[in-house]
């Protein structure tokens, strides 16, 4: 809870000169209605609660049902047309937990400041910005629907509290070619008091927990190095006449190694999303995107297998091994939508070729059905099969639940 403070600092930082703006318009000397006060304030919130029951499992530990919450609150203060700060606060379970055949909930919740960045917008085609953000590698973590499709890829490969620079430059917008965006950044792992977690809090870096109550050099990962030496670049596009209801993305990944690591990594993402619009009501959205990491991870040094004598008997020692890794993750869906109602079929496989320390592929297999309700809220119910975990014959199958609201402000 000490770290609650520093969230809302940062959040007061954009709010309380809000207090002062003028959202109407104002009309001009000349009468021009257009004309608009500064600063100006905007937000919105986006909060989903999960019920994710566990009707079969290789460990009867994972049986049973676990709620948790996930939420973003955005918010953007407009100092003027060129100039904003944006801050993102990002809620979420930063540990695992098994409810041994009841229901757990809201285990592990912990809140931290995942974007706090200054815009500068010279152009409409231009912007450049600097502070914290998550770099634009991949989109799954922000586009795909469903029920836990989003989850898993923001948990693989958002590049998130990453600390540095960047600008997105429309290079191309044309009736004929359509609209393309070149981003680009460089960034190094956030481990400022702008890192520090409320709520739950782990000292780093103690247990089987995604996230310590500060990120620390020591912590190690890739990214992680202190310096501005890690670099994304992308390329995303759409409105194009001769791909109609089409988007894409491509973009490339390099990220020095840690404390515990060995060799830089590199990642690339292509992702593509086109809707067909069956009728003005009933549409369907196909999204597929691919990842792949060489030297996941940085090639970490970690505690090989255990070391045998002779006989075949355990000596209790454990030789450290550079492991080297390529990971691939997969995504392919589609979701129809027919007025208020919408139907989500999604598959995503996780690939992790390692020279030790293996883990076994996992692939996951959901379907879905949802409806927007009254007052911005939102309902979607499903299933899911996992198959693979701690071995490659491991299945378990879940009944999940997601109740969602979002407004703006």
């Keep these: 809870m000490r770290a609650l403070p520093t ?51 290789p460990d009867r530990r994972e049986r049973g049902t676990n709620l948790f919450v996930r939420s973003e609150i955005a918010s953007a203060l407009h100092l003027s047309p060129e100039f904003s700060i944006q801050n993102v606060i990002h809620v979420e379970p930063i540990g695992e937990t098994e409810p041994n055949g009841v229901v ?7 809140a931290y400041i995942e974007e706090l960045r200054l815009d500068w917008r010279p152009s409409e085609r231009f912007v450049l910005y600097g502070g914290k953000f998550s770099a634009p590698f991949g989109r799954g973590h922000h586009d795909f629907p469903g029920l836990l499709l989003d989850v898993r890829a ?9 600390l540095g620079a960047g600008f997105t430059w429309t ?37 089987d927990f995604e996230r310590f109550s500060r990120n620390a050099r020591r912590q190690g990962g890739p990214g992680n190095t202190g310096q501005l030496d890690n670099f994304v670049l992308s390329l995303d596009g759409d409105n194009m006449p001769f791909l109609p209801n089409t988007s894409y993305h491509l973009a490339i990944l390099s990220r020095g190694a840690g404390v515990d ?18 009728t003005p009501d009933i549409r369907t959205l196909l999204f597929a995107e691919y990842v792949q990491f060489r030297g996941a991870g940085g090639n970490p040094r970690e505690a090989g297998p255990e070391i045998l004598d002779a ?40 690939e992790r070729k390692r020279s030790a320390n293996t883990v076994p592929r996992a692939s996951y297999v959901e379907a879905s059905i949802g409806r ?4 911005n809220f939102r309902l979607d119910v499903g299933y899911q099969r996992t198959v693979g975990g701690e071995t490659r014959e491991d299945k378990t199958d879940a009944v999940i639940a997601v109740l969602g609201w979002r407004a703006r402000f």
């Design 372 to 375: 927007d309700l009254p007052l």
């Design 154 to 162: 923001h948990e693989a490969y958002l590049i998130r509290e990453s």
């Design 7 to 57: 969230l809302l600092l940062a959040s007061g930082l954009l709010a309380g000169p809000a207090l002062a703006q003028v959202t109407a318009p104002v009309s001009g000397s000349n009468g021009d209605s257009s004309v608009r006060l500064y600063p100006q304030f905007a937000g919105e919130v986006d909060v989903r609660i999960f019920s994710q029951s566990v009707t079969s499992a």
């Design 104 to 110: 757990a909930g809201f285990r592990y919740t912990a």
């Design 261 to 278: 690591g060995t060799k830089r990594e590199w990642g690339f993402a292509a992702g593509l999303r086109h809707e067909i619009r069956w």
């Design 311 to 350: 006989f075949g008997e355990a000596t209790g020692a454990f030789e450290d091994v550079t492991v080297s890794e390529r990971r691939r993750f997969t995504t392919v869906g589609a979701r129809t939508q027919w007025g208020p109602w919408r139907a989500t079929v999604g598959f995503q496989r996780d």
């Design 171 to 207: 290079y191309l917008s044309d009736t004929r070619f359509g609209d393309h965006d070149l981003s680009a950044a460089v960034f190094t792992l956030d481990t400022s008091f702008l890192s520090e977690t409320a709520f739950t809090r782990r000292r780093c870096c103690e247990g």
